[in-house]
């Protein structure tokens, strides 16, 4: 039972390239969120997903996407990467926000020059 | 505005020494409050969930309150070790909503 896993695990990106961050679960669970954390910040919301076929924005959501196309994986695409992307990203994953835990992923670390 | 906020940034305590760290939130209509623990460089690790219908949980050195009247929470760490040093953060599911809202947590520091 692996838990959340995001790859990669860092990258540096050109400004106005493009990636995707990747992150699955094996826990069957619903609900899944995307995360930025800048330097002595805690976790802004950039999307999250209620269901496989459902997203939705959080607090930061410009210049980002997102698919759900299965339970399990819950990519996140940077278009036009900007130096203000220049974060650690974190992905997790709840069976229901409402009663039970939230579980991380290791983060990915990314700079864009 | 739903929010949750931690005080204070960053805290140094002597080994051995009880210590709590406190969050607060703007809405007492929670679902619950959850505290983890981020040690530089890493993700983030659960150490408490509790639930708006109780008003603690303890898992073994640590113990976590809860009063939505006043809109707080506390986590309590007896007898600090250096091993407790990290950044600490709690995150509330406010009602009607399936997100979670994170303080900017507490960096703490105990001194062996």
């Known amino acids: 039972n692996a838990g959340v896993t995001q790859t990669p695990k860092f990258r540096i990106l050109k400004i106005g390239q493009s990636m995707t961050l990747q992150c699955t679960q094996d826990m069957n669970h619903n609900y899944m969120y995307w995360y930025r954390q800048d330097p002595g910040m805690g976790l802004k919301l950039i999307y999250y997903?209620?269901?496989?076929?459902?997203?939705d924005k959080g607090e930061v959501p410009n210049g980002y996407n997102v698919s759900r196309s299965t339970t399990e994986d819950f990519p996140l695409r940077l278009e036009l990467a900007a130096p203000s992307q220049t974060s650690v990203y974190f992905c997790?994953?709840?069976?229901?926000?409402?009663?039970?835990?939230?579980?991380f992923g290791p983060g990915t670390r990314l700079t864009v020059l | 505005k739903q929010e949750v906020t931690q005080i204070p940034a960053a805290l140094s305590v002597p080994e051995g020494e009880n210590l709590v760290l406190n969050c607060s939130f703007t809405?007492?209509?929670?679902?619950?409050l959850q505290w983890f623990r981020q040690d530089p460089g890493k993700g983030l690790t659960s150490l408490l969930l509790i639930q708006s219908s109780q008003r603690e949980q303890t898992s073994g050195r640590l113990n976590a309150s809860l009063d939505k009247s006043s809109g707080r929470s506390t986590l309590y760490i007896a007898a600090s070790q250096p091993g407790d040093s990290a950044t600490y953060l709690c995150a509330a599911v406010f009602s009607g909503t399936y997100k979670y809202i994170f303080g900017t947590g507490t960096r703490l520091k105990v001194l062996a």
């Open positions: 997790a994953s709840s069976s229901a926000p409402d009663r039970n835990e939230q579980f």
């Open positions: 809405d007492s209509a929670i679902y619950n």
């Open positions: 997903s209620v269901g496989a076929g459902i997203t």
